[in-house]
C-alpha cells in the first residue's frame, strides 16, 4: 500500500526551529513532485512549500517566505521541510503530499498521495 509518512513536529517556542521530514512506503519518492501544506483548526489547507523530482526548484508561500526551506535527499528518499524563527501563526497539521510529476506547486488539487500529517505547535 502506498503512502506517506510524515515526522519530526511537536512543540516549539516563538523562535524556534524544526524540521519536518516526508519519506514514502510503496513507491519510490525520488520521482515524485512534493509539496509540504498546513491546516489551521477551523481554516483551510494551505500550501506551504513544494519542491521539484529533481530538487533544483523549489517554492514558497509568502507567509514563510525566508524562514522554511525545503529540500529533498534522494540517497535517504526523504523530503525535509526546515522551519526556523516559528511563529504562533505557524501552529498547524503538516501534511506532506506527493504527485508523479516534475512539479505540481502549491495546489491542492495536483496531488495525489497524502500522509497523516503531523502537529506542530509554537507557544510560550
Known amino acids: 500500500q502506498s503512502q506517506l509518512v510524515e515526522s519530526g513536529g511537536g512543540l516549539v517556542q516563538p523562535g524556534g526551529s524544526l524540521r519536518l521530514s516526508c519519506t514514502a512506503s510503496?513507491?519510490?519518492?525520488?520521482?515524485?513532485?512534493i509539496g509540504w501544506f498546513r491546516q489551521a483548526p477551523g481554516k483551510e489547507r494551505e500550501g506551504v512549500s513544494c519542491?521539484?523530482?529533481?530538487?533544483?526548484?523549489?517554492n514558497y508561500a509568502d507567509s514563510v517566505k525566508g524562514r522554511f526551506t525545503i529540500s529533498r535527499d534522494h540517497a535517504k528518499k526523504t523530503v525535509y521541510l526546515q522551519m526556523n524563527s516559528l511563529k504562533p501563526e505557524d501552529t498547524a497539521v503538516y501534511y506532506c503530499?506527493?504527485?508523479?510529476?516534475?512539479?505540481?506547486?502549491?495546489?491542492?488539487?495536483?496531488?495525489?498521495?497524502w500522509g497523516q500529517g503531523t502537529q506542530v505547535t509554537v507557544s510560550s
Open positions: 503530499a506527493a504527485t508523479y510529476s516534475d512539479y505540481a506547486g502549491l495546489h491542492i488539487g495536483s496531488y495525489d498521495y
Open positions: 510503496g513507491f519510490n519518492l525520488d520521482y515524485y513532485a
Open positions: 519542491i521539484t523530482t529533481g530538487g533544483d526548484n523549489t
